[in-house]
């Protein structure tokens, strides 16, 4: 069975530093994606990034990076000079035939 | 991004009453919507998967009669907690997807359920 691992329960950093968040998951699936949500206080998942199996390669978008690596099947999100409102819930999520997200990760980041 | 309007965002009712949520696709026609139930401080739990026309599908353990869920067109679904019980207290978010489940699920802001 498929399974999303997010073994990072709260991560605290001060405010400029860079933190990742790592995400594992398990699957036998040949074709799959994996997504990164980001759950602000307010409750709304916002989606970040989609990545299909057959995509490894890293993707950048402003001070967020991600990491997708197959051979150890892990899709790790780094945030680069984190601020204050990067604070939040983050979610790894995966999906073939239903989606299954990952316990999430609390990231507070202090001023 | 498609954006997914859910409403209301907070019900506060009595127990044994039933409460009507819904959730809507804004600029994009449905094919699928999702149910999820949040627990504080835990991450979404799948209630059911909804499509348009179709009866929807129930996780294992979850009350099909208890969490009525509608989906009368592309755009539209709705969840009924019928008779809802202080232990109904929760939240919960919808989300809609455009075509294969390999698209983008979004979400709704959310409804948070009080029952007294």
């Known amino acids: 069975a498929q399974k999303v691992t997010q073994v990072q329960t709260e991560i605290s950093v001060v405010e400029k530093e860079d933190v990742t968040l790592d995400c594992v998951y398990e699957?036998?699936?040949?074709?799959?994606?994996l997504f990164w949500y980001k759950q602000p206080p307010s409750g709304e998942l916002v989606f970040l990034i989609r990545?299909?199996?057959?995509?490894?390669q890293n993707e950048i978008s402003g001070r967020y990076s991600w990491n997708f690596q197959k051979s150890t099947s892990s899709f790790n999100f780094t945030i680069t000079a984190s601020q204050v409102v990067d604070s939040a819930v983050y979610f790894c999520?995966?999906?073939?035939?239903?989606?299954?997200f990952g316990s999430g990760t609390r990231l507070s980041i202090r001023p | 991004g498609a954006v997914v309007s859910q409403h209301p965002s907070w019900v506060i009712c009595k127990s044994g009453t039933s409460v009507k949520i819904e959730c809507r696709s804004l600029?994009?026609?449905?094919?699928?919507m999702f149910w999820y139930r949040q627990f504080p401080k835990q991450s979404l739990m799948l209630m059911a998967t909804s499509n348009e026309g179709s009866k929807a599908t129930y996780e294992q353990g979850v009350e099909k009669d208890k969490f009525l869920i509608n989906h009368a067109s592309l755009t539209l679904s709705t969840l009924t907690v019928t008779s809802a019980h202080p232990e109904d207290s929760s939240f919960y978010i919808c989300?809609?997807?455009?075509?294969?489940?390999?698209?983008?699920?979004?979400f709704g802001a959310g409804t948070r359920l009080s029952v007294l």
């Open positions: 990545r299909n199996s057959f995509d490894e």
């Open positions: 699957t036998r699936d040949t074709t799959y994606y």
């Open positions: 600029d994009f026609q449905a094919t699928t």
């Open positions: 989300s809609a997807v455009q075509g294969a489940l390999g698209n983008i699920q979004y």
């Open positions: 999520a995966y999906s073939a035939s239903k989606i299954i």
